[in-house]
């Protein structure tokens, strides 16, 4: 008997039905702890149980696909005493290993920093990372130079 092995299809969202895309937002709300079940999930999405389902072990967003362990961020700072251990202490509090760490001289009041992060501790997606680190005061911009095993 001949074994089928299974295909997967990179998808831009926009296409996805949105049953697909409904499923994954309640996937990443029980994942988040921001609900306590699937009912809760479902409920809060507009998904009915039978679709999230269906769903549930087929669709993934691509970051959770590549199951990257590490990632290398680019930060534009403000010159500032102490952003660069405010930073790393904001990392740490992600789950993020730091693995390396580059800080170019300041210039004009702004600094540049690269960080390799070890995520396999991180409990949120890489956006999210990112997001709540450019919500940092003191951090301009975070730019993800690279993910990889």
């Not at 831009?12 to 937002?25: C, H, N, Q, Y």
């Amino acid at each position: 008997m001949r074994m089928e092995t299974e295909q997967f299809y990179l998808v831009r969202s926009d296409v996805l039905p949105e049953a697909m895309k409904k499923t994954i937002d309640a996937k990443e709300l029980l994942e988040a702890g921001k609900v306590e079940s699937i009912f809760e999930a479902v409920k809060r999405v507009d998904l009915s149980r039978s679709a999230f389902y269906k769903y549930r072990d087929a669709v993934y967003p691509f970051h959770e696909m590549v199951k990257e362990q590490m990632i290398t961020l680019f930060f534009y700072l403000e010159d500032r005493s102490g952003s660069l251990s405010s930073l790393l202490a904001a990392v740490a509090e992600a789950g993020c290993n730091v693995l390396t760490i580059h800080q170019s001289i300041p210039l004009q009041g702004k600094a540049n920093v690269t960080l390799s992060l070890n995520t396999s501790g991180m409990a949120m997606s890489i956006n999210e990372l990112i997001h709540r680190l450019n919500q940092v005061d003191f951090i301009i911009r975070v730019d993800l130079l690279s993910t990889g095993a």
